[in-house]
């Protein structure tokens, strides 16, 4: 079991950060950049990225600022990869902590840089246009399933085993990744936004009246 | 094990937690993708002006605006939102391929959140800021929405419900704030500039 699978609901946190910047320094807009450079060429998607954090020590989860997660992570990723040696990025690093103002070397593809932009007017819809025949239609009461643990889901720990009614069933089917493990999402399939009452999520809260909506797979559901 | 190896240890790690090093860490990551092909000498320059001027919360300031201004717009707005954005000349793509609008009205405050990672529409709002991705943000959100829109100085009147959209799967979500009293006949530009990144996830008001 992973926290990270289940955060949702947590209490005795504290406050919320609301620090409403993107990027707290300047390392961050360039690692985000190298990052959607991977994206667009194809080097790795979000599901690589979030089973990396997934797989992190909780705590370490918990302490270390989003980027910083994300460093360790590109990291770790390019050099099991073998897109970059771990050597070479040691001695890289070194250099650069000694030489903190040298420039960038003037090497490269510029190439790249249309097919990051292209990418992200053209996204990479999950959507795949397939014959599907969905288990549930609106208005359906379901359950979501307690899936086995597994190195990445999409599922939030907190809606496990509970129930809701199906509001839409979206048209067609989603791919989420073929690459990564999953609990079931590896196949295209149908998706449907789900209703739930937040006090059949958590007896112990005030009744307000409050819904909440999530976005389920079919493997994760059935009948109720 | 002598005291000077401790030290030397201790140092070591600090010095692998700090922002000088994750700063050089970047720059060698840049540096041998550059030198390796990977890369552009100005793709990363490209990228940042990209999120500062092209696909950013302005984009969904805009439609805001437009969608106060014009029900019919609005209305189709909550329909399909890709098709919509277009007629504004706005592009979808990344993060946004399926985007989906929900409106805030007396009684019904939106409130958007991603427990799992930090999925963003990103065609409308750019990136997502620091408190999206707060795992504090994202653990409390769900079971405790009025605690966590107190942290933000939002408070709702006692009669509103919240809806929360959790984004797991393809949709990703976008919020079309009250629009604030005293604000007939202002222009779109003069609208947009009402409209937080936060009011357009639920977590903030607009307010004139």
Redesign the interface.
Known sequence: MKI??Y?????N??????????F????E??????H??M?G?G?WA?PDL?VL?ESMNPLD??KY????KW?GG??KF?ISKN??SEK??EA??????EH?D?A??????????AK??D?????????RDVAVDPLFKAGDTVRVKDMPPAAH????G?LRNRIGVVETV?KGA?L?ADNVPTDGICTAQP?Y?VKFK?RD??DD?PD??????????EAYLEAA | MSDDHDHDHEHHHH?RES??????????????????????????D???N??EHE?GPFNGAKVVAKAWTDPAFKERLLADANKAIAELGM????????LKVVENVPGTHNVVCC????CWP?PLL??????F????????V?????G?LS??GVTLPDES???????????RYFVIPERPAGTDGWSEEKLAALVS??AMQGLGLATA
Not at chain 1, 65 to 68: A, D, K, S, V
């Open positions: 990270q699978h955060l949702g609901g947590i209490e946190l504290g406050p919320v950060n609301v620090e409403k910047r993107v707290v320094e300047p390392w807009a360039q690692l985000f950049a190298v959607t450079t994206m060429t080097i979000w979030r954090a989860y918990f600022r989003y980027y910083i460093l590109m990291c390019l897109y970059i070479e990025l890289k690093t070194k250099y650069y902590l903190p040298a960038q070397p003037n090497a490269g593809d510029n190439d790249v840089t990051v932009i990418y992200f007017y053209t996204g990479a819809n999950p959507y889901t999409r599922l939030p907190y979206y989603y989420y998706v936004l937040t999520l958590w809260i307000k009246g409050d819904v909440l909506y999530n976005d389920c797979f | 010095l922002e000088t090093y994750y700063a050089a860490r970047t720059k060698a990551l840049e540096s041998l993708f550059r030198e390796k092909g990977l890369i552009g000498t100005d793709t990363v490209r990228v940042i990209f999120f696909m592009r979808d793509g990344i993060e946004g391929e399926n427990t799992l990672c930090s990103w750019g990136l997502p800021p620091y408190w991705k707060d795992p504090v943000f994202r653990a409390r769900v079971r405790e929405p009025r966590v942290d933000f419900k919240i809806e929360i959209w959790d984004s797991s799967a393809q949709v990144t936060e």
